[in-house]
């Protein structure tokens, strides 16, 4: 199973951590975004990871 994941910057933190997670499950993880605690707005990286499920690229988001 594949997911995308995706945070704004207030979120870099835990979405590392879940995307540890996943991994060390077993789960293949496409990281969208953000890859720093530089201040981002949200909608750019969700926008990726929700089109990344809509498409069929990833299983769940």
């Keep these: 199973m594949k997911i995308a994941l995706g945070s704004d910057h207030g979120g870099f933190k835990l979405k590392e951590s879940v995307k540890a997670y996943l991994i060390s499950q077993g ?3 496409e990281d ?11 909608p750019t ?5 929700a ?3 809509s498409k069929g690229q ?3 988001g």
């Design 45 to 49: 990286y969700a926008l990726k990871a």
């Design 58 to 60: 990833c299983d769940k």
């Design 51 to 53: 089109l990344s499920v």
């Design 32 to 42: 969208f975004g953000t890859y720093s605690e530089d201040s981002v707005d949200y």
């Design 27 to 29: 789960y293949e993880v």
